[in-house]
């Protein structure tokens, strides 16, 4: 079975400055997903970025990055010049290229954003 | 169009009682999934609908834990002689069913059993 690590319960960055959210995987497939999710206190989900495993480059969003390292199945997510409504929950995600496609999710971590 | 909808938002219930959550998938989304997320958690897969296939189960935590859907169309999920362990958020999403789509959530609702 699939997991999904996330160790940091909490972290805060000033507005303006750049953060990176840690997440690391186990898999024993070779052809996956992984998301970042992000969940304000209204408990909507919200996708933020998404990654096909088959791709060597790392996807954008904006001010939003993924550092994918698939030998290391390591997958942080990067905030560049944060801003107050970045603050929310974020969830990293994984899920499998077959047929069910169910989410596996990390435990999240909640980001601050200090003004 | 619209998102994924569901009701109620809250729902205050007393142990034993059996509870109904509604969701409304956004039209077209052939996969439906039911999610539970307790407080400070992640979100733990509870069951999958796709078409007329038969649904995966295997997230269900016990048989006091059922779900329906018609078709392509709303889905409850149904709590039987509900415990104070089933407090959690509910949460509900939809995709396309297509081997590259992308979840989208509902709102979820939140059920306290006192």
């Known amino acids: 079975a699939q997991t999904v690590t996330q160790s940091q319960p909490e972290m805060s960055v000033q507005e303006a400055e750049t953060v990176t959210l840690s997440c690391t995987y186990d898999t024993s497939e070779s052809d996956y997903y992984l998301f970042w999710y992000k969940q304000p206190p209204s408990r909507q989900m919200i996708l933020v970025i998404r990654?096909?495993?088959?791709?060597?480059q790392n996807a954008t969003e904006n001010r939003f990055s993924v550092n994918f390292q698939k030998a290391a199945k390591s997958f942080s997510l990067k905030i560049s010049d944060s801003q107050l409504g970045d603050a929310a929950m974020y969830f990293c995600?994984?899920?499998?290229?077959?047929?069910?496609?169910?989410?596996?999710f990390g435990k999240g971590i909640t980001l601050s954003v200090r003004p | 169009g619209a998102g994924v909808s569901q009701s109620p938002s809250n729902k205050v219930t007393e142990k034993g009682k059996d509870v109904e959550l509604r969701c409304d998938p956004i039209?077209?989304?052939?996969?439906l999934y039911w999610y539970r997320q307790r407080l400070g958690q992640g979100l733990e897969f509870l069951i999958y609908?796709?078409?007329?296939?038969?649904?995966?189960k295997s997230g269900l935590p016990s048989d006091r834990f059922s779900a329906e859907r018609t078709g392509e169309s709303v889905s409850t999920l149904t709590i039987q002689r509900t415990q104070q362990e089933d407090s959690a958020v509910y949460l509900c999403?939809?995709?396309?069913?297509?081997?590259?789509?992308?979840?989208?959530f509902g709102p979820g609702t939140r059920l306290l059993v006192l």
């Open positions: 609908f796709q078409g007329n296939s038969a649904p995966d």
């Open positions: 990654q096909e495993a088959y791709k060597q």
């Open positions: 999403a939809s995709s396309s069913g297509l081997a590259t789509e992308t979840q989208y």
């Open positions: 039209s077209g989304h052939t996969a």
């Open positions: 995600a994984y899920r499998s290229a077959g047929a069910n496609s169910k989410l596996t």
